[in-house]
């Protein structure tokens, strides 16, 4: 049995936890997400000690069962602290000429292509640029964050050699050595 999920989930304070059947409402004061549960999994809302808990428990002994109740956990746990603090990933621009500008909703961003990418994320989604080679993503999903940060990412990796290219605020990249003469 998983240890993550064995105990329940205590509802953090300025946070209401909804549960009518397999659906999974959370409201805060950023924002309000909601999930359904896997259909094997069981939710219970209730009051414990004078506090909100949920409790996640596998509705049989199968293997699948017993793998998805903590996720379940998990991803209403993350729900949770997304409406009340919600998510951020920063990323930076190396390279000469590399750089971003705010463009409506979204970002223009200068990668050494021929054309300038441009790039408007879902909603939900916010992008700031602080300087030129920095953006800031943040919002109350963690999934679409990550997912946004990770597609910014992708249209220039940083390559090994000079470490040009997007990259996460203190990601470390494994430098290889140049062509010898």
Same mark, same amino acid.
């Given at each position: 049995?998983? &240890?993550?999920?064995?105990?329940?989930?205590?509802?953090?304070?300025?946070?209401?936890? !909804?549960?009518?059947?397999?659906?999974?409402?959370?409201?805060?004061?950023?924002?309000?997400?909601?999930? &359904?549960?896997?259909?094997?999994?069981?939710?219970?809302?209730?009051?414990?000690?004078? $506090?909100?808990?949920?409790?996640?428990?596998?509705?049989?002994?199968?293997?699948?069962?017993?793998?998805?109740?903590?996720?379940?956990?998990?991803?209403?746990?993350?729900?949770?602290?997304?409406?009340?603090?919600?998510?951020?990933? =920063?990323?930076?621009?190396?390279? =000469?000429?590399?750089?971003?500008?705010?463009?409506?909703?979204?970002?223009?961003?200068?990668?050494?292509?021929?054309?300038?990418?441009?790039?408007?994320?879902?909603?939900? =989604?916010?992008?700031? =640029?602080?300087? $030129?080679?920095?953006?800031?993503?943040?919002?109350?999903?963690? $999934?679409?964050?990550?997912?946004?940060?990770? !597609?910014?990412?992708?249209?220039?990796?940083?390559?090994?050699?000079?470490?040009?290219?997007? &990259?996460? !605020?203190?990601?470390?990249?494994? &430098?290889? !050595?140049?062509?010898?003469?």
């Amino acid at each position: 049995m998983s &240890r993550i999920a064995k105990h329940p989930m205590i509802v953090p304070n300025g946070v209401t936890v !909804e549960v009518s059947g397999q659906d999974i409402k959370v409201s805060g004061k950023l924002g309000n997400l909601a999930l &359904r549960a896997h259909d094997d999994v069981s939710v219970e809302a209730r009051e414990e000690d004078g $506090q909100k808990v949920v409790s996640f428990k596998p509705r049989s002994n199968s293997i699948q069962a017993r793998k998805l109740y903590p996720t379940m956990k998990r991803l209403t746990e993350s729900m949770c602290i997304g409406v009340t603090d919600g998510y951020k990933k =920063v990323l930076e621009l190396h390279g =000469v000429g590399y750089r971003a500008q705010p463009q409506g909703q979204g970002i223009k961003l200068a990668l050494g292509f021929s054309h300038d990418v441009i790039y408007n994320p879902p909603e939900g =989604v916010k992008l700031e =640029v602080e300087n $030129q080679t920095k953006i800031t993503v943040s919002g109350i999903d963690k $999934q679409k964050v990550g997912q946004v940060a990770a !597609e910014i990412r992708k249209f220039r990796p940083p390559e090994p050699y000079k470490g040009k290219g997007v &990259r996460y !605020e203190g990601e470390y990249i494994l &430098r290889k !050595e140049g062509k010898k003469k």
